[in-house]
């Protein structure tokens, strides 16, 4: 189906959620965005731009089956990172139960890569849990299952360390990470919606590239003329602070992702996949002067 659909997207004013209002428009689809306040500079920057911004509480299934009423598919996201797994968890299944009363024809559930294989890792299981209850609930679904993201390198909590030249994670620097362009989610997302016969009832582990952390660090020094340096640590550093965290660079270590990217490049033929080079050239390096 190639039609234009009417969508609802959750967390419209957040980094994924607002890569695919950008990437559904640029598609052709209509767009209601929903945030938590609709008040916020993003909110009403997305407003100046033609969306139809709604506020609204992302635990309310009352009060979203109404608004669910009003479209035609929806794309839901859920994070563990303001209220906890649990939360995230009650918060993803509250929004399936919505869309199942409202009749939502596509659902589509934004979940994280090999989740559905038993990592152990809290924030892949507690998403695990809203796809179990999607399927129980026999709504038409796709699931969409990121890898690590590559926007990650110069994210708020890693620009200081980055300026400095060094790249760290908790891992080794010859370990193998797959990993993927927020934007290439969200065009993604606009594929599955776009052909919804072709995706309904998928599971999808997205990934664009898969490096070790010296590689990295040899593509940031070639494509910015800068010198970068490679930190590996102990995931028991992160413990004190973050349990989560330390548990998912453990399994990064031991297991890592799975996606399948020369298949995902056969799938999606529309999309040309971000390269860790591609997405290092799209940077601004003036912050290091």
């Not at 270590?253 to 996949?273: C, M, T, W």
Request: aromatic fraction near 8%.
């Amino acid at each position: 189906m190639n039609d234009k659909k009417k969508v609802l997207v959750f967390a419209a004013t957040g980094q994924q959620g607002g890569a695919v209002v950008k990437a559904l428009r640029e598609s052709g689809h209509e767009v209601i965005g929903l945030t938590r306040n609709a008040g916020s500079d993003k909110a009403k920057a997305l407003a100046a731009t033609g969306v139809d911004m709604r506020e609204g509480n992302f635990h309310a299934a009352n009060e979203l089956v109404d608004l669910m009423k009003e479209v035609d598919t929806v794309f839901s996201l859920t994070t563990p990172f303001e209220e906890g797994v649990d939360k995230e968890t009650e918060q993803g299944i509250a929004t399936a139960e919505a869309a199942a009363k409202a009749g939502v024809r596509h659902f589509v559930f934004n979940s994280v890569a090999n989740a559905d294989e038993a990592t152990g890792v809290p924030h892949f299981d507690s998403k695990y849990k809203v796809e179990q209850r999607i399927k129980e609930l026999g709504l038409p679904y796709t699931i969409i299952a990121p890898v690590y993201f590559m926007d990650n390198l110069v994210s708020p909590w890693t620009m200081d360390i980055v300026r400095t030249g060094n790249i760290s994670a908790a891992m080794p620097n010859d370990r193998m990470l797959q990993q993927i362009a927020v934007t290439d989610i969200a065009r993604i997302v606009a594929v599955v919606i776009t052909r919804r016969d072709d995706f309904i009832g998928k599971r999808i582990n997205v990934a664009g590239e898969e490096l070790t952390g010296d590689q990295m660090v040899e593509t940031l020094d070639r494509v910015t003329g800068k010198k970068f340096t490679f930190e590996g640590f102990s995931p028991d550093l992160l413990r004190e602070s973050s349990e989560d965290l330390a548990m998912m660079y453990e399994w990064f270590d031991h297991v890592g992702y799975s996606a399948d990217i020369e298949q995902l490049k056969n799938d999606f033929p529309e999309i040309r996949f971000t390269s860790f080079e591609d997405y290092v050239k799209g940077i601004d390096w003036s912050f290091m002067n």
